[in-house]
């Protein structure tokens, strides 16, 4: 009699990812209507699991968190928008597509974002979740300044610190819900007006975009990972899509 273990495995392993995308699901039907919280046990009626079952899946409410945000960058084009930005030929035209992609991503998920951006206020959980996701987001914005101070772009005064913390506060959710939530300008105005501000404040207006050899993106990436790691936050526990180029062996 054959061996029936290997297909009881991937039976299981079948239903594991089932249940699984069954809940992420369930996560996003829930968000865009939850006020500034949504129990674990709200999602387990939608999904039609237990509260336990949520817990043996993602390991914890962050661990849900974080697969969700994964699963949403992803669905709108987060992590394609990254290897655009990391094969640009320059520093500023990776700056420049970096901002789309991110103001673009608001838009596309702005009913994701306000939960969290409400949540985040009276949540510890969700608050540490997206404080991770920032640094993140930090770090992909220095990779991107570190090619603009080795090509001799920034500002006087300014170095890939200053230049990163800059964009990162430029290209908050709360800008976007500013001039588009609230003001009613339109997504593209928004990421002209966004564009032109950071530019504004980082670059050098003597300066002009560097034309040869393009950065070394793999590199970047790879001190960005590991600035990020230093602070606590793992990008490969987002996805390993979080680098447009394959992690070096052993680890940024």
């Known amino acids: 009699m054959a061996d029936a273990r290997p297909y009881v495995q991937r039976s299981r392993a079948a239903a594991h990812a089932d249940t699984r995308a069954r809940i992420l699901a369930a ?14 046990a709200a999602i387990a009626r939608h999904a039609g699991v237990a509260v336990q079952t949520i817990y043996d899946q993602f390991g914890s409410k962050g661990g849900l968190l974080i697969a969700v945000v994964n699963d949403v960058q992803q669905s709108f084009g987060l992590f394609d928008a990254f290897r655009e930005v990391f094969t640009s030929r320059d520093g500023e035209q990776a700056m420049r597509r970096m901002i789309e992609a991110t103001v673009s991503l608001w838009d596309r998920a702005w009913p994701y974002l306000a939960f969290l951006l409400r949540s985040r206020r009276i949540d510890p ?5 997206m404080t991770f996701i920032d ?12 090619a603009l101070e080795e090509e001799g772009r920034l500002r006087s005064g300014e170095t890939a610190d200053s230049a990163a913390d800059d964009a990162f506060a430029l290209t908050t959710p709360a800008i976007y819900e500013e001039l588009v939530v609230l003001r009613q300008r339109t997504l593209a105005d928004a990421i002209d007006m966004t564009t032109r501000a950071v530019l504004g404040v980082i670059l050098d207006p003597t300066t002009q975009a560097v034309i040869g050899e393009s950065p070394d993106w793999a590199a970047l990436e790879t001190a960005a990972a590991t600035r990020a ?3 606590g936050a793992d990008p490969m526990r987002l996805s390993q899509a979080w680098r447009s180029t394959p992690e070096p062996t052993g680890g940024a």
């Open 27 to 40: 996560t996003r039907d829930l968000i865009p209507s939850a006020g500034t919280t949504l129990p674990v």
């Open 125 to 129: 959980v969700v608050a540490r979740e």
């Open 135 to 146: 640094q993140l987001r930090h770090a992909h914005y220095w990779a991107i300044v570190r």
């Open 229 to 231: 790691k230093g602070a």
